[in-house]
């Protein structure tokens, strides 16, 4: 059952993701690494590419904050805060390298973050098993989707590549957790709706 105080912390959540600047506990990833020359395109192109990862995190945080605003287990709740806060993190990792890049956050926004949480709230109103099958192939294919990044993205941007290498540990991690805790296989169908769904997120996020 829906909460009307919770809802209201949630919506302060969401307007704290979309406006105003995430922190993080840990060190940056490449905060002691130092900066290469990039040229102008290659900048553009790190750039772009680390927008995209910091709307893959926008849509993280209204993906954990769909789940929170459903009923569920609270063993399980609070096990999922912990990956919650990394990826505030990622949040704040992914934002501060675009604006180094001298690139901009995603005009999206919004809608990412409108979308992922009506598809957290859904997966949450399911069940645990079903709550938690989505978030391990989510973090799953984000995990992938790291993966190819840190092949697209230049050789030389050490500063990039440590971030996008922490991220990706931690959602492999992430994964690893929602399946211990119980989450079920999705059907092949719906993992391919996710790819799809997530291939055009990726794609206008790189350009807006
Ligand atoms: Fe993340
Ligand atoms: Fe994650």
């Given at each position: 059952m829906?909460?009307?105080?919770?809802?209201i912390?949630?919506?302060?959540?969401?307007l704290?993701?979309l406006?105003?600047?995430?922190?993080?506990?840990?060190p940056?990833?490449?905060?002691?690494v130092p900066?290469a020359?990039?040229?102008?395109?290659?900048?553009?192109?790190a750039?772009?590419?680390?927008?995209?990862?910091?709307?893959?995190?926008?849509?993280?945080?209204?993906?954990?904050?769909?789940?929170?605003l459903?009923a569920?287990?609270?063993?399980?709740?609070?096990?999922?805060?912990q990956?919650?806060?990394e990826?505030?993190?990622?949040?704040a990792?992914t934002?501060?390298?675009v604006h180094?890049?001298?690139?901009?956050l995603?005009?999206?926004n919004?809608?990412?973050?409108?979308?992922?949480?009506?598809?957290g709230?859904?997966?949450?109103?399911l069940?645990?098993k079903?709550?938690?099958?989505f978030?391990?192939?989510?973090?799953?294919?984000?995990?992938?989707?790291?993966q190819?990044?840190?092949?697209?993205?230049?050789?030389?941007?050490?500063?990039?590549?440590?971030?996008?290498?922490?991220?990706?540990r931690?959602e492999?991690s992430?994964?690893?957790?929602?399946?211990?805790?119980?989450?079920?296989?999705?059907p092949?169908?719906?993992?391919?709706?996710m790819?799809?769904?997530?291939?055009?997120?990726?794609t206008?996020?790189?350009?807006a």
């Open positions: 829906l909460n009307p105080d919770r809802l912390v949630e919506f302060d959540k969401g704290r993701t406006f105003s600047q995430a922190h993080s506990v840990r940056h990833p490449d905060a002691n900066d020359p990039l040229n102008d395109a290659e900048k553009k192109h750039a772009a590419l680390m927008r995209v990862n910091h709307s893959g995190e926008v849509c993280a945080q209204a993906l954990y904050q769909g789940q929170a459903t569920r287990d609270p063993a399980v709740q609070q096990k999922l805060q990956a919650a806060q990826e505030t993190e990622h949040l990792w934002a501060k390298r180094e890049l001298g690139g901009h995603s005009l999206l919004p809608f990412w973050y409108t979308g992922s949480l009506v598809f709230a859904v997966a949450g109103l069940g645990d079903w709550n938690l099958g978030l391990a192939e989510t973090e799953r294919q984000v995990g992938e989707h790291l190819s990044h840190l092949d697209r993205l230049p050789p030389q941007d050490e500063k990039s590549r440590a971030i996008v290498a922490q991220m990706h931690d492999i992430h994964a690893v957790m929602a399946s211990s805790l119980g989450g079920a296989e999705l092949q169908t719906v993992q391919s709706a790819k799809l769904n997530a291939k055009v997120m990726t206008l996020a790189y350009r």
